[in-house]
T-cell receptor, first 113, second 117 residues
Framework: KAGVTQTPRYLIKTRGQQVTLSCSPI?????VSWYQQTPGQGLQFLFE???????NKGNFPGRFSGRQFSNSRSEMNVSTLELGDSALYLC????????????FGQGTRLTVV | AQKITQTQPGMFVQEKEAVTLDCTYD???????LFWYKQPSSGEMIFLIY??????QNATEGRYSLNFQKARKSANLVISASQLGDSAMYFC??????????????FGKGTHLIIQP
């Protein structure tokens, strides 16, 4: 059974650009959550999608958005990149029902210069 | 208020010894899940173990066990017979389940575990 796949693994972007990250969950999992990890703030919840609907969003500006497709694959978009957006972006996949494990991908390391 | 507290920023442990990583949590939700993840320097978050708030028995997965003390709101990870490959960051996390867990995982600051030969 394939794990969670995130692409690309590494990205370098310039301030002001926009970026799209992709996450393919484990087959059969309907929930995808995104997290930002930085040395200063640690791991922070960005948003969660279930059956193509955003169920909740963390405390991030509107420049951070996402979507989920009918095959449960999810994309995260960050517009007008800032230096502070440099981070490891992780997505987690779960079945979506209560009391289930959540599995992470390897992450996308974004560097904004 | 901080929901997950990991009080050990770093730990040095001798190989083959048992390790206990501390985690306390705070929630008013009666239904929640507790998770432990391992993050090596490569960055990938590796799922280790899960404990549901209604589970009667402590979760175990191979060398990992979770010492769940609900009244104390404690969910310590125990690694038996530590190995050099266990050196990594370890994160405790919680997901409040009422509402379907839509708020995602809340993570602690992590414990950097170093296993010495």
């Amino acid at each position: 059974k394939a794990g969670v796949t995130q692409t690309p693994r590494y990205l370098i972007k310039t301030r002001g650009q926009q970026v799209t990250l992709s996450c393919s969950p484990i087959s059969g999992h309907r929930s995808v959550s995104w997290y930002q990890q930085t040395p200063g703030q640690g791991l922070q919840f960005l948003f969660e999608y279930f059956s193509e609907t955003q169920r909740n969003k963390g405390n991030f500006p509107g420049r951070f958005s996402g979507r989920q497709f009918s095959n449960s694959r999810s994309e995260m978009n960050v517009s007008t990149l800032e230096l502070g957006d440099s981070a490891l972006y992780l997505c987690a996949s779960s079945q979506g029902s209560r009391n289930t494990e959540a599995f992470f991908g390897q992450g996308t390391r974004l560097t904004v210069v | 208020a901080q929901k997950i507290t990991q009080t050990q920023p770093g730990m040095f442990v001798q190989e083959k010894e048992a390790v206990t990583l501390d985690c306390t949590y705070d929630t008013s939700d009666p239904s929640y899940g507790l998770f432990w993840y391992k993050q090596p320097s490569s960055g990938e978050m590796i799922f280790l173990i899960y404990q549901g708030s209604y589970d009667q028995q402590n979760a175990t997965e191979g060398r990992y066990s979770l010492n769940f003390q609900k009244a104390r709101k404690s969910a310590n990870l125990v690694i038996s017979a530590s190995q050099l490959g266990d050196s990594a960051m370890y994160f405790c996390a919680m997901r409040e389940e009422t509402g379907g867990g839509a708020d995602g995982l809340t993570f602690g600051k992590g414990t950097h575990l170093i296993i010495q030969p």
